[in-house]
Nanobody, 125 residues
Framework: EVQLQASGEAWCRLGGSLRLSCVASGFTFDDYAIGWFRQAPGKEREEVSCISSGYDITYYADSVKGRFTISSDNAKNTVYLQMNTLKPEDTAVYYC??????????????????WGQGTQVTVSS
């Protein structure tokens, strides 16, 4: 059974830092790209970052570039999203997702196969 479990610190003040974790199970980690998405109330879902540990590729949305860092620990089947210099507009429910990736084609992925439950991140001003 494929599972993605997202978790992390939930709240900080403007300019603070938080780290999210996404633990994956039930599939071969290197064969998948893991993406982090967020959705704020009344807004569309946004992909903020993606990583393929098997092909050493990362992606960042312009809105988070230079502030967020995605990384993976293959031994733990875990992807991390380190979020620094946080702003109130980063407040959202954050989700991780996994999609098959063989090193070819569009990156970040257009479609993801599996989704984890969301975790709320709140940044106060």
């Amino acid at each position: 059974e494929v599972q993605l479990q997202a978790s992390g610190e939930a709240w900080c003040r403007l300019g603070g830092s938080l780290r999210l974790s996404c633990v994956a199970s039930g599939f071969t980690f290197d064969d998948y790209a893991i993406g982090w998405f967020r959705q704020a109330p009344g807004k569309e879902r946004e992909e903020v970052s993606c990583i393929s540990s098997g092909y050493d590729i990362t992606y960042y949305a312009d809105s988070v570039k230079g502030r967020f860092t995605i990384s993976s620990d293959n031994a733990k089947n875990t992807v991390y999203l380190q979020m620094n210099t946080l702003k109130p507009e980063d407040t959202a429910v954050y989700y991780c997702a996994a999609g098959s990736y063989n090193g070819w084609g569009i990156f970040p992925l257009l479609e993801y196969d599996y989704w984890g439950q969301g975790t709320q991140v709140t940044v106060s001003s």
